[in-house]
C-alpha cells in the first residue's frame, strides 16, 4: 500500500468543491437560466470530492487508496473503516416531502431544491371546469441506471514540465470536465488537461464530472506519480449518476367533440443528494404539451433532494416523462368521452399550416408535419386492421394491445460549439471536434461531410479525440446536437478552406483567382476547353511545400496545411418530431407481455450516413423500452441502500425481447435559417426513446382494458401485470 487519503486530506492541500453548473441556460434563451428570477425556490449545491463531514448516499466517497496492484489496493480498502453515524435517510419525492422528513441539505428546508411555475393555473381551472370530461392520472417514471458499456475508468497524472494536470478519462465533453476539476483544484483551467479515448457509451450522465476525477488528479499531483482507477460494475451501480425519476400527475380536459380544452400537469422530481443537473426538469417543463395545440395548460414543478445517486439528464432527457403522462391521459380521456383515440390525437395537433407555432408552455416549433407523421406510422403498424389481430389473439388464450403516440423532440445542450479542419501536404486529414463519438458514429459521418464538400478521398480523413490541448472550447456530445452543430462549422470550415486555397490553386492554373470556381472537388479555370486544367484540394495542399509565400500552418507529420477554424456561439434550434406504434400481448395466467411490433416514423432531417441514424433509432427504441418493460433502480426505503446492485438483480433489456423494428422516415425542410443549418440536419438519437415510454404504456393499458385495468405503474414487468390482473379479477368477485 503506498497511502490512504481522504477528504481532510483534500482540503488542507488547498482545494475545494466541484462547482456544478445546475442550473442552465434556459432551453429557449440560453442567455438567462431555466430556474431563477421569479422562481420561489432555485438551489444547486457544491459537491466535495470526498466529504468529510457528512455523507449523503450510500456509494459515496470517502477514502481513497492507492496501492501498487489493484488486489493490493482492494485489500488495503476493506481495512480502512470509517467512523459514520447512521443518519435517517429519504429515498423518494414523497418522503422528501413530508413536514418531518430528516434534512438532506441544511441550506434546502424541506428538501425542495426548485420549485417552479409556468402557465396560468387559474385559466385552466375555468377550463377545466367547463370542460365535458376531466380525467385525471398520477405517472411514475422509474429511476434507472446508465448500464454503458465500460465502466468509468481514468488515469492520473501530474505533468511537471509543464506545470499541468492531465487527467485521462472516458467523458461526453473534455472542455467540461477540464473547467470543473480545475475549479475544485482551484487552479486556472489552462493547468488542466483532459483526454477522452474511446467511450464504451455515455447517455447523459457521463456529460459531469463524477468525482473520481478530481480526486485522480490531486492524488498524482500530491504523490508525484501517475494513478489508475477503473470502476467495477457494481461499484458502478452505487456511484455514477442515474436517470428520470419523476412522479406526474396530470389533470385534462376534453370536450364532447374530441377537442382538448385544458391540461394541468404537476411534476415531482427526484434529482439525489446533490444538485448536479436540473436540465431533464427544464427539458420537461418546456415541452409539457407536446405535439398538442392546447389552448390552456399550466403546471407545477417541483424537485427534491433524496439520500439517493444524482440524478442526469439521461438520453432524452424529460421528453419521455411528459409524453408519457400526456399520452396516457389522451387515452383515458378518449375512452371516457367515447371518441376513436387516433381520431381524438389526430383532431389536436397542431397543423402544419400554422407553423411557426408557439406552445402554451413558450416553444416556437418551426416546421412540424405531425399529421403526416400520425397517418405514416398508421400504415406502417396497420392500424386499422388491428381488430383482427386481437380477435386472433383472444381464440390463444391472449391479451392483445395497441398503441400510438405522436411526439417531438426539442434538442438543447450546450450553446456553443467548435471545430478546426487541417490538411497536410501529404494528403491526411485531421478533424478537431468539440464533440466527442461514444456509438455516434462520428468518425464516419464528419469525415463524409468533409469529403463530400471537399472531394477528399473518405480514407484520407481522420478524427482526433477529444482533447482539451487541440481545442479552446468544446460543448460536447450530449442533447441530440453534435452533427447539427458541427456540420454547420464543417460546412463554415470548408469554405474557409476554399478561399485560402484559391489564390494558389490560380497560380497552378495560370489563371486569375475571379476565373477560378470550386466544384465537385476541384478548381476549374473558367472558359478552359482542356478538361486536364483542374486542381483538388490535395493538389493545392501538395504544392504548398514549393509556394511557400501560401503557406499557413503545419501540422503533425506534414511539411505545411491548409488549416481552418470556427466555432458556434449559441444553439442551432431543430425539432426533429414523428410518431411511433407499439403492439404487445399478454398471457393473463403469467402476466408475462411480449413485444410483438414496434413502428416509428421520425423526421430526423437529412441523414448524412442513414444506417447509422436507423442504429440509433433502433438503439433509442431499446433503451426506452428497457425502462417500460423493468429498468428500474430500487433502494431500500429505511436505509437508503441500493437493492438493485449487479445485473443479477436489474434488469438489462435483451436482444430476444424485441422483434424487428418498422422505420419510416420524413424529411420536411426545418424552418432555421439556411446559414445556420445549411446541411439541413435534426437530429435523430433520441427519436426512439422520446414516446417509448408512452407507447409502451398505452398498448400495455389497452390489452389490460376488457379487465377494466385503467391504471398501473411501469415497469411493465410479468409480476406487475399479473398482480395487476389479479387485483382486477378480486375486485370482480
Known amino acids: 500500500m503506498i497511502a490512504v487519503l481522504t477528504g481532510r486530506d483534500y482540503v488542507d492541500d488547498g482545494h475545494g468543491p466541484v462547482v456544478h453548473r445546475a442550473i442552465e441556460g434556459d432551453p429557449i434563451d440560453f442567455r438567462t437560466p431555466a430556474f431563477g428570477d421569479g422562481d420561489p425556490v432555485a438551489l444547486q449545491f457544491n459537491q466535495w470530492p470526498l466529504p468529510a463531514d457528512e455523507v449523503h448516499h450510500v456509494g459515496e466517497p470517502v477514502a481513497v487508496v492507492i496501492a501498487a496492484t489493484p488486489s493490493a489496493a482492494d485489500d488495503a480498502a476493506g481495512l480502512v473503516v470509517p467512523d459514520i453515524e447512521p443518519l435517517p435517510a429519504v429515498i423518494d419525492t414523497q418522503q422528501a416531502a413530508a413536514p418531518d422528513a430528516p434534512q438532506v441539505h441544511a441550506q434546502a428546508p424541506g428538501n425542495l431544491s426548485i420549485h417552479h411555475h409556468r402557465g396560468d393555473e387559474a385559466a385552466v381551472r375555468r377550463a377545466l371546469a367547463e370542460s365535458d370530461a376531466v380525467v385525471r392520472g398520477s405517472f411514475d417514471v422509474s429511476r434507472v441506471a446508465g448500464g454503458q458499456m465500460e465502466p468509468r475508468s481514468g488515469i492520473g497524472e501530474y505533468d511537471v514540465e509543464n506545470d499541468q494536470y492531465v487527467i485521462t478519462a472516458g ?108 436540465a431533464p426538469h427544464a427539458n420537461a417543463s418546456r415541452l409539457a404539451t407536446t405535439v ?49 383515440r387516433l381520431a381524438c390525437r389526430a383532431q389536436n395537433l397542431i397543423p402544419r399550416a400554422r407553423m411557426p407555432f408557439t406552445t402554451a408552455t413558450g416553444l416556437t416549433y418551426d416546421v412540424c408535419d405531425f ?144 476565373a477560378v470556381t470550386f466544384s465537385d472537388g476541384n478548381f476549374h479555370a473558367k472558359g478552359a476547353d482542356d478538361g486536364q486544367q483542374e486542381v483538388s484540394i490535395l493538389d493545392v495542399a501538395a504544392a504548398l511545400s514549393e509556394f511557400p509565400e501560401f503557406q499557413s500552418s503545419t501540422i503533425a507529420g506534414a511539411t505545411a496545411s ?85 445485473f443479477l438483480d436489474y434488469m438489462m433489456p435483451r436482444a430476444d425481447q424485441f422483434p424487428a423494428f418498422h422505420l419510416g422516415e420524413m424529411d420536411v425542410p426545418p424552418g432555421t435559417q439556411e446559414d445556420s443549418n445549411p446541411l439541413g440536419i435534426k437530429a435523430g438519437g433520441e427519436a426512439g426513446t422520446v414516446p417509448a415510454l408512452a407507447v409502451m404504456g398505452n398498448a400495455v393499458l389497452d390489452a389490460l382494458s376488457p379487465l377494466g385495468i385503467q391504471q398501473m405503474d411501469m415497469p411493465f414487468t410479468a409480476a406487475n401485470i399479473w398482480k395487476a390482473i389479479s387485483q382486477a379479477k378480486s375486485a370482480d368477485t
Open 171 to 278: 467523458n461526453q465533453g473534455v472542455h467540461r470536465y477540464r473547467d470543473m476539476i480545475a475549479s475544485a483544484l482551484r487552479v486556472e483551467n489552462q493547468r488542466v488537461r483532459v483526454i477522452c479515448p474511446d467511450v464504451g457509451g455515455g447517455f447523459g450522465p457521463r456529460g459531469h464530472v463524477n468525482p473520481e476525477f478530481v480526486v485522480l488528479a490531486w492524488v498524482a499531483h500530491r504523490l508525484g506519480r501517475p494513478v489508475k482507477w477503473t470502476n467495477t460494475r457494481s461499484g458502478s451501480f452505487i456511484s455514477d449518476w442515474q436517470g428520470r425519476d419523476m412522479v406526474l400527475n396530470g389533470e385534462l380536459g376534453i370536450m364532447r367533440d374530441g377537442r382538448i380544452s385544458a391540461y394541468h400537469l404537476h411534476m415531482r422530481g427526484n434529482i439525489g443528494a446533490h444538485t448536479i443537473c436540473y
Open 292 to 340: 398538442y395545440d392546447i389552448p390552456a395548460a399550466s403546471q407545477e414543478l417541483q424537485v427534491y433532494l433524496t439520500n439517493t445517486l444524482p440524478v442526469l439528464p439521461y438520453r432524452a432527457a424529460g421528453r419521455p416523462e411528459v409524453h408519457y403522462a400526456l399520452e396516457r391521459l389522451i387515452d383515458m380521456a378518449a375512452a371516457e368521452i367515447g371518441i376513436d
Open 371 to 514: 399529421d403526416q407523421a400520425l397517418r405514416k406510422v398508421t400504415e406502417l403498424c396497420a392500424w386499422h386492421d388491428f381488430r383482427e389481430r386481437r380477435a386472433e389473439a383472444q381464440t390463444r388464450g391472449r391479451l392483445r394491445g395497441i398503441g400510438i403516440v405522436p411526439f417531438i423532440e426539442s434538442p438543447v445542450g450546450a450553446p456553443f460549439e467548435m471545430a478546426r479542419l487541417e490538411i497536410g501536404t501529404d494528403g491526411s486529414t485531421c478533424i478537431y471536434a468539440g464533440t466527442q463519438n461514444h456509438g455516434q458514429g462520428h468518425e464516419s459521418t464528419y469525415a463524409q461531410v468533409v469529403s463530400g464538400l471537399l472531394g477528399i478521398p473518405f480514407e484520407k480523413i481522420s478524427l482526433a479525440r477529444g482533447d482539451t490541448g487541440e481545442l479552446a472550447i468544446g460543448g460536447g456530445t450530449h442533447s441530440d446536437r453534435s452533427m447539427r452543430m458541427m456540420g454547420s462549422l464543417l460546412h463554415r470550415i470548408s469554405a474557409d478552406i476554399v478561399a485560402q486555397a484559391l489564390p494558389l490553386a490560380a497560380k497552378l492554373l495560370q489563371a486569375p483567382e475571379a
Open 562 to 646: 491548409l488549416v481552418a477554424t470556427a466555432d458556434q456561439k449559441g444553439r442551432i434550434n431543430a425539432f426533429p418530431y414523428g410518431a411511433a406504434a407499439a403492439e404487445v400481448e399478454i398471457d393473463p395466467e403469467t402476466g408475462e407481455m411480449t413485444l410483438c411490433n414496434f413502428c416509428i416514423v421520425n423526421d430526423s432531417g437529412v441523414a448524412v450516413n442513414p444506417m447509422i441514424v436507423h442504429g440509433q433509432v433502433h438503439g433509442g427504441i431499446v433503451q426506452g423500452v428497457g425502462q417500460a418493460i423493468g429498468e428500474n433502480i430500487v433502494y431500500d426505503t429505511s436505509s437508503g441502500q441500493i437493492l438493485t446492485g449487479s
